[in-house]
């Protein structure tokens, strides 16, 4: 046999016919009558309140919890309910993207009054106190780590139970976040806590996934002009091993919270 070429093959493709009942192979391929959604899928058009049961019913399903605030709300439930959870977890620091968002509901201040550290995503001088510093520092590294030699944000990241991030979309019928990185939005804070904490607006909920893909890809032409990464999050990360024994929180937050504000 020579490299690059298949022997006897035909013979095998035979013999698998022939055990699936078949007299011989097909010499036409297999048909694909739909690419992507098929037709019937794509015509689904819930309304927001629907596409908010979905949410909310998918990702409590999956252990997750969810708060449903109106606009006006917004601002002292979001920050009282993130207060309460951090607390009740035993959190001493919080991470956070930095998006207009999440600074506009206060967040800070509510958690630096609680007595609680806020460690923003972005670029920092190691020097420089961040905010909640004076209530609770971030402890420093062991001197022989190899996280000295990671950025500052990440280093202060690494150290913090809860992350809170606004994702891009949200996806109704698998509860799915869908979260694209930048320099002020950093995977890590949704990956490297223990905890997550989500924020965003009943407009961002799409009802299927290809319709976030649709939406991410609009207008693109070319790789550079895509996020480093695009993460997928559907409730608490969960691993299991070849004899299917079920791990939660190996890969990404072992408990996830949501609020959608309407």
Not at 122 to 147: F, N, R, Y
Not at 151 to 158: D, F, G, I, K, Y
Not at 161 to 167: A, T, Y
Request: glycine content about 8%; overall charge neutral.
């Amino acid at each position: 046999m020579s490299n690059g070429t298949i022997q006897g093959r035909g013979a095998f493709i035979a013999n698998l016919s022939s055990r699936l009942g078949r007299r011989a192979p097909s010499a036409a391929p297999p048909a694909h009558p739909f690419r992507g959604a098929p037709d019937f899928y794509k015509a689904i058009h819930p309304t927001t309140e629907e596409k908010i049961k979905l949410f909310v019913d998918s990702w409590t399903a999956l252990t997750g919890k969810v708060l449903v605030v109106d606009e006006a709300e917004a601002k002292e439930k979001i920050a009282d309910w993130l207060v309460e959870v951090a607390k009740e977890l035993e959190v001493t620091h919080v991470s956070r993207w930095e998006h207009e968002g999440l600074k506009a509901l206060g967040l800070d201040e509510a958690l630096i009054r609680a007595g609680i550290g806020v460690v923003p995503w972005e670029p920092v001088d190691a020097e420089a106190p961040i905010p909640g510093e004076t209530v609770k520092p971030v402890p420093p590294l062991p001197e022989e780590s190899v996280w000295r030699t990671r950025s500052e944000s990440l280093q202060r990241t690494e150290r913090c139970q809860l992350g809170v991030v606004w994702p891009d979309y949200a996806i109704a019928n698998t509860s799915t976040l869908v979260l694209q990185c930048s320099p002020q939005r950093g995977r890590s804070v949704s990956l490297l806590t223990r905890i997550l904490f989500a924020v965003f607006r009943a407009d961002q909920l799409v009802y299927r996934m290809g319709e976030a893909f649709a939406e991410i890809t609009k207008g693109k032409t070319s790789a550079d002009q895509y996020a480093s990464s695009l993460n997928l999050i559907t409730g608490p990360s969960r691993s299991a091993d070849i004899e299917n024994d079920l791990t939660i929180g190996i890969h990404g937050p072992g408990k996830v919270y949501a609020v959608i504000i309407k």
